[in-house]
Nanobody, 125 residues
Framework: VQLQACGGGLVQAGDSLRLSCAGS????????VGWFRQAPGKEREFVAS????????RYADSMKGRFTISRDSAKNTIYLQILSLKPEDTAVYFC???????????????????WGRGTQVTVSS
């Protein structure tokens, strides 16, 4: 599986964005997927994750309410909707995946073995 994240850009505070993570391969729907972000000078942090069926999701506590993760199995794509963007949301956003034998989500970077190139989100005040 290879991952390609896109959808980032330069936006104003208060705007919304939808990031996409496209997965290659016929087995992508057996993968649990997570979104992480990394701001300059900071460690990569967990944002949200979704199970292979899409039925189970998990958000970092600080991300609840403005972030929504979803998946379209027909398109092999995972989405991250971000509402009311703030300057502190500025970061490179990465999607990651791991083959899962159960309908689980994962929250640690070490849980994932497939990473895509990130997409830059810059929020101006």
């Amino acid at each position: 599986v290879q991952l390609q994240a896109c959808g980032g850009g330069l936006v104003q505070a208060g705007d919304s964005l939808r990031l996409s993570c496209a997965g290659s391969g016929s087995r992508f729907n057996y993968y649990s997927v997570g979104w992480f972000r990394q701001a300059p000078g900071k460690e990569r942090e967990f944002v949200a994750s979704i199970s292979q069926s899409g039925s189970n999701t998990r958000y970092a506590d600080s991300m609840k309410g403005r972030f929504t993760i979803s998946r379209d199995s027909a398109k092999n794509t995972i989405y991250l909707q971000i509402l009311s963007l703030k300057p502190e949301d500025t970061a490179v956003y990465f999607c990651a995946a791991r083959l899962s034998g159960s309908d689980s989500y994962y929250t640690a970077t070490r849980d994932y073995n497939k990473w895509g190139r990130g997409t830059q989100v810059t929020v101006s005040s």
